[in-house]
DNA sequence: ACCGGAGCCTGTTAGC
DNA sequence: TGCTAACAGGCTCCGG
């Protein structure tokens, strides 16, 4: 569900209730959703750590807590954050909950329950295999075109790839692919340096769309106060299959991609 | 090196 | 309306 936009939604809207705030408890009622340490570990390391900051890398939210812990959180799918009064009736998604020093809880509710928690010493152990921040200084037009160059790899998969740039998800990298009047299935190594800036200018403002919007609540993602993000309202192409292009009135195409389905119009994208 | 497919899960949607 | 199959915003593993 939640892509580069979402998670930076999420990270915001957890700061005022959990910065300062610190961790007494952690339950779990689905184990595969702990992926290191054990339970019984976790438990241990986090109890008594206070929030000292939340960021986002990637997808993932990071929680720097005293004593040099870290807890990362990937929602992948349908993960949900949100923090709740101890007193509210318990949600059966709810599968892992971190209670406060303030008879409030932190819920991660995941229907799907492919989300995952960490708790780690040093960050880079999970952190340390993706690319650049699409939105950070060091992501430069040069930096995107030594990456394109020498390889040969499908543009919308690639885009997905999260060792290549850090964040894009389904949503963003069609939305991208569109700005930049790029063939979802052009070759990386086909691009001229004005379509490498083109495809650069595009994820940034896509993404940057994305978080001043407060995310895409096109299926189930809601910010963690319940209420809806605004993307859903700026696409251009994602799921929007039939219909007119915006830009020339051209039906909008779905295609299959990297086992992905892929929107585009073939008019405008070559 | 890269691609396609399966797998992880459950709920929703599309199609007959 | 009811059933079934396909699909879902993520990511990893495996074989070719």
Not at 36 to 42: F, G, I, K, Q, V
Not at 97 to 123: A, C, M, S, W
Not at 185 to 213: F, M, N, P, W, Y
């Amino acid at each position: 569900m939640p892509e580069l936009p979402e998670v930076e939604t999420v990270v915001r809207a957890l700061r005022q209730p959990l910065v300062g705030r610190t961790f007494t408890e952690v339950r779990n009622y689905w184990p595969r959703h702990i992926v290191t340490p054990s339970l019984a570990e976790m438990q241990e390391r986090v109890h008594g750590r206070t929030v000292l900051s939340i960021t986002r890398r990637a997808k993932y939210l990071v929680f720097n807590l005293s004593g040099g812990e870290t807890l990362i959180i990937h929602l992948k799918m349908s993960g949900h954050l949100a923090v709740v009064d101890s007193d509210t009736p318990p949600d059966k998604y709810a599968h892992t909950i971190f209670k406060l020093d303030n008879e409030q809880e932190l819920r991660f509710r995941d229907t799907r329950k492919f989300g995952r928690v960490y708790l780690v010493h040093d960050p880079s152990d999970i952190l340390g295999h993706l690319g650049p921040e699409p939105l950070s200084d060091s992501f430069t037009v040069a930096v995107l075109q030594e990456r394109l160059q020498g390889r040969k790899r499908v543009l919308k998969p690639l885009l997905l790839d999260q060792t290549f740039v850090a964040g894009i998800g389904n949503i963003y990298a069609d939305e991208a692919l569109y700005y930049a009047r790029l063939h979802p299935e052009r070759h990386s190594d086909s691009l001229s340096l004005t379509e490498i800036e083109a495809l650069h200018r595009a994820i940034q403002k896509v993404l940057q769309l994305g978080i001043e919007r407060e995310g895409a609540s096109i299926a189930m993602y809601v910010k963690p106060d319940g209420s809806k993000g605004d993307m859903q309202n700026a696409v251009a192409v994602f799921r929007r299959t039939g219909d007119p292009c915006y830009h020339c009135g051209t039906p909008i195409q779905r295609m299959k991609l990297g086992g992905r389905s892929t929107h585009f119009c073939p008019t405008c994208q070559s």
